[in-house]
Nanobody, 121 residues
Framework: QVQVVESGGGLVQAGGSLRLSCAASGSFLNIALMGWYRQAPGNQRELVATISRGGTTNYADSVKGRFTISRDNAKNTVYLQMNSLKPEDTSVYYC???????????????WGQGTQVTVST
């Protein structure tokens, strides 16, 4: 079993910055991929950014050049540095950890509880 806990959301003015953190914990942890997703009211959950254990990153077009995802494998922690924030970035941000479990490394996805990010005009 894996627990995923986010922190760092809040209220910021347009053009400002926030940094989100997410820590995964559990026994015999093998996290292949960690990432951030967001969901605004009435919208589907969408990808923001992901990072593999080896450091390969992937970003949504809407955040490229403004957001940076990074990872500390030793701590099973992922960060999302968000700069030049826009009102349309307002959303609940969810952390996801894709763990490889068991002898055959079965992938299993775990989600955090979400953290609110609100960008005011």
């Amino acid at each position: 079993q894996v627990q995923v806990v986010e922190s760092g959301g809040g209220l910021v003015q347009a053009g400002g910055s926030l940094r989100l953190s997410c820590a995964a914990s559990g026994s015999f942890l093998n996290i292949a991929l960690m990432g951030w997703y967001r969901q605004a009211p009435g919208n589907q959950r969408e990808l923001v950014a992901t990072i593999s254990r080896g450091g390969t990153t992937n970003y949504a077009d809407s955040v490229k050049g403004r957001f940076t995802i990074s990872r500390d494998n030793a701590k099973n922690t992922v960060y999302l540095q968000m700069n030049s924030l826009k009102p349309e970035d307002t959303s609940v941000y969810y952390c996801n950890a894709l763990a490889l479990e068991g002898v055959v490394l079965t992938p299993k996805s775990y989600w955090g509880q979400g953290t609110q990010v609100t960008v005011s005009t």
